[in-house]
């Protein structure tokens, strides 16, 4: 069936250091992949997304490309801020609103 | 504007009991969906609601039982609780269904003792 992984967490990192937190996907068809990040005390929010091979989806500092040769879309940030700690999901939607979310990746930046 | 409202926040219950919860989607918003997160998990889907109508299910249990009211609102309701159903349920509106863009509630966190 359709799935999400992700790398494992969790992931401590010094302001300003460059992050990746790699995502691979298994679905069939032609899904929408996502980000969701899930800030302390607070709901999933949308980071970006990317509907279709090859596009790159961009929000915050944060990028993602859809690589349909890979099943990969890996997201990165150049340079990460305290204020980015959260967890990250990396999702699929493979029909209407029916979103599958990978584990999750804890991200701590410390000053 | 208010966005995706859940009720409770927080909810004690003990095996063998149902349980009723409740998400007000984003006004206008007409699909609404149910995921659970079970601590240190991604969001499972649970159900999917478009227009009053189930449209989408997860692989979960037949206890589990959703409806969509004509304001759109949605109840998620649990029958019959295991101490496995211990979780944060989520509810998520979207303005039309495929919108591809869902807007989360902070959910409602089960303990089933």
């Known amino acids: 069936g359709d799935s999400v992984t992700q790398m494992e967490g969790p992931v401590t990192l010094s302001e300003e250091a460059f992050l990746t937190i790699n995502c691979t996907y298994t679905?069939?068809?032609?899904?929408?992949l996502f980000w969701y990040v899930q800030y302390p005390g607070e709901g999933l929010q949308l980071l970006l997304k990317?509907?279709?091979?090859?596009d790159k989806g961009s929000n915050k500092g944060f990028e993602a490309t859809y690589r349909k040769e890979t099943t990969s879309f890996h997201l990165e940030k150049g340079s990460v801020q305290v204020s980015d700690s959260a967890v990250y999901f990396c999702?699929?939607?493979?029909?209407?609103?029916?979103?599958?979310f990978g584990p999750g990746t804890s991200l701590s930046v410390i000053p | 504007d208010a966005g995706v409202t859940q009720s409770p926040t927080h909810l004690i219950k003990t095996r063998g009991q149902h349980v009723t919860l409740r998400c007000s989607p984003i006004?206008?918003?007409?699909?609404v969906s149910w995921y659970q997160q079970v601590l240190g998990q991604g969001p499972q889907f649970i159900f999917q609601?478009?227009?009053?109508?189930?449209?989408g299910r997860g692989n979960f249990p037949d206890r589990f039982s959703a409806r969509q009211f004509p304001n759109y609102s949605s109840e998620l309701n649990v029958n019959a609780l295991l101490l496995g159903d211990s979780a944060l349920y989520l509810c998520?509106?979207?303005?039309?269904?495929?919108?591809?863009?869902?807007?989360f509630g902070s959910g409602t966190q089960l303990s089933v003792l």
């Open positions: 679905a069939t068809g032609y899904p929408s």
């Open positions: 999702a699929l939607e493979t029909s209407y609103d029916k979103v599958i």
């Open positions: 006004s206008g918003h007409k699909s």
């Open positions: 990317a509907t279709k091979a090859d």
């Open positions: 609601y478009y227009e009053k109508e189930e449209r």
């Open positions: 998520a509106s979207s303005l039309v269904r495929g919108e591809e863009k869902l807007f």
